[in-house]
């Protein structure tokens, strides 16, 4: 498990595990988030052992050159790829090193049944084959920490002092600050955050991580704070510009002149907002100096190393072409904390973490301004560059509550009778727990329905079922069973059954 240091040299890292195992006359994989992130993988080991030693594997090269590139490597003509999450089959040759980049990134989970995750298929495959397993990243997963915890896999990180002598400066908006500045708590950028912007664009690029895309995702009425919902489907009216009517986030119907429901009232005020927002009213407060937004519509590769503010969502941070950011300010910590999912701690920890470690180091007048509660825990694992002891402490957690990783669960969703047929229907382990049924929101017309969420105006259940570990297999096996029987009998309605299902509350 290979908590990589804060800085840009990662790629080149990886480069060398992957040469050295083909150097010992082995095949090597390596999967990473996206294709930004492959290709500059590709590039370190392209700029180390020269061309046509690897092949890369993803979306962007076309279907014709991916197929290609797949039959070389299933004949045995190049025994390293680099690729996206479909590499994790690619048919490697005598596998020596299976690595991958940032596993808790989402985009290393497949939505589609199965639901294979990139980490668990290469921990299968290394386990089968006799071959090494990479788990590298800026953060640390609670599945990483189970690993190393287990003894299954050891932590490789870099002392106390390398670490400190390598990372920026982190502060938070808290403890002193509120007694110099009264409004720097409840401000979106209080005086420390303008300070620090003003001190970073004098030295390189600044960047700024907005959560949220767009101008005005969520709005509300002025004077009673009700939110501003479309009249046809009741979706959440977004401001897509400064000059642009109001439209629907679901159903795109545009509600020019809207009025409050519940006061009348016609003025609205943006409860949550977007990255074009942020970088519009960024640049007129700094009207000489140019901004740069990078997110899902556009993200953008690089930034040269001079004075720039460069508004980006979180995992579309641009690679500066310096020594780094000199300064980052990680804006509405409360839209990635508060968010109702077991993992939202770890991947606000993670998000912070991936921009952070772009930013130049602390002796290098690298800063960082982090604006969250400064008390909660991912917020201090931050300001201490910590990954491993939140992860640490956030598997602890999770075995005290019974959740995942530490044990396996399963959720059973859809109409109350179908959820009730197959959990009379299944044999269940030993020591399995059904916790549930409960009612599953109702999908309101319009919304964009998400994997497993109920078509709209159904109302569905969910079942969630915990066994020990050791027991997944059984567990899986069982419902499949079951699953396979109401199916083959059209014995009603269909429920749908996850394992280890990421969106538990």
Not at 188 to 204: M, T
Request: glycine share 10%; hydrophobic share 45%; with cysteine.
């Amino acid at each position: 498990m290979w908590t990589a240091l804060p800085g840009p040299h990662w790629p080149d890292e990886l480069a060398r595990a992957l040469a050295t195992t083909l150097a010992a006359g082995r095949g090597a994989l390596a999967v990473l988030p996206d294709g930004r992130a492959a290709a500059r993988a590709d590039a370190a080991l392209t700029a180390l052992l020269g061309a046509d030693h690897h092949v890369l594997l993803t979306a962007d090269a076309g279907p014709e050159a991916r197929y290609r590139r797949w039959l070389a490597v299933s004949r045995g003509a190049v025994r390293c790829v680099v690729g996206t999450r479909a590499a994790m089959f690619a048919p490697v040759r005598d596998l020596g090193l299976a690595a991958i980049w940032d596993d808790g990134d989402e985009a290393h989970r497949d939505d589609r049944a199965p639901h294979p995750h990139a980490r668990d298929v290469l921990v299968l495959r290394a386990a089968q084959d006799g071959a090494a397993v990479l788990l590298g990243g800026h953060a640390l997963t609670a599945e990483a920490a189970q690993l190393v915890e287990t003894g299954w896999a050891r932590p490789l990180t870099a002392g106390r002092d390398t670490v400190r002598a390598t990372a920026p400066l982190v502060r938070t908006v808290g403890g002193g600050d509120e007694a110099r500045d009264p409004a720097a708590r409840s401000a979106r950028l209080p005086s420390l955050a303008w300070q620090a912007l003003r001190d970073g664009l004098a030295r390189g690029p600044v960047l700024v991580q907005v959560p949220r895309r767009g101008y005005a995702p969520r709005l509300a009425c002025a004077r009673c704070r009700t939110p501003a919902r479309c009249g046809r489907c009741h979706g959440p009216l977004a401001a897509v510009g400064a000059d642009e009517a109001l439209r629907c986030g679901w159903c795109g119907t545009e509600a020019p002149g809207w009025p409050c429901e519940e006061c009348g009232n016609g003025r609205l005020r943006a409860v949550v907002i977007g990255a074009r927002r942020t970088a519009e009213e960024l640049g007129r407060a700094f009207p000489a100096v140019p901004v740069r937004t990078s997110g899902r519509d556009h993200v953008v590769d690089t930034v040269p190393d001079r004075p720039a503010l460069v508004v980006s969502t979180p995992g579309a941070e641009p690679v500066p072409e310096g020594p780094g950011y000199a300064t980052a300010l990680l804006l509405d910590g409360w839209a990635l904390l508060g968010r109702p999912d077991l993992r939202s701690g770890e991947e606000a920890l993670r998000r912070w973490l991936n921009a952070a470690a772009r930013v130049r180091p602390q002796g290098d007048g690298g800063t960082v301004v982090v604006l969250a509660e400064p008390t909660l825990r991912p917020v201090q694992s931050l300001v201490r560059w910590d990954p491993a002891g939140h992860a640490v402490r956030e598997l602890a957690d999770r075995a005290a509550l019974g959740f995942p990783p530490v044990s396996r669960m399963a959720a059973v969703s859809g109409p109350p009778e179908a959820v009730a047929a197959l959990l009379a229907a299944v044999r269940l382990p030993p020591a399995a727990e059904i916790l549930g049924p409960v009612p599953l929101p109702v999908t309101e017309p319009g919304r964009p329905r998400r994997t497993g969420e109920p078509p709209p105006g159904e109302r569905w259940e969910r079942a969630l079922i915990r066994v020990p570990p050791g027991s997944g297999g059984p567990l899986a096996a069982a419902l499949k069973t079951a699953q396979a029987a109401r199916l083959a009998r059209h014995d009603g309605a269909r429920a749908w059954v996850r394992v280890d299902p990421p969106d538990i509350g």
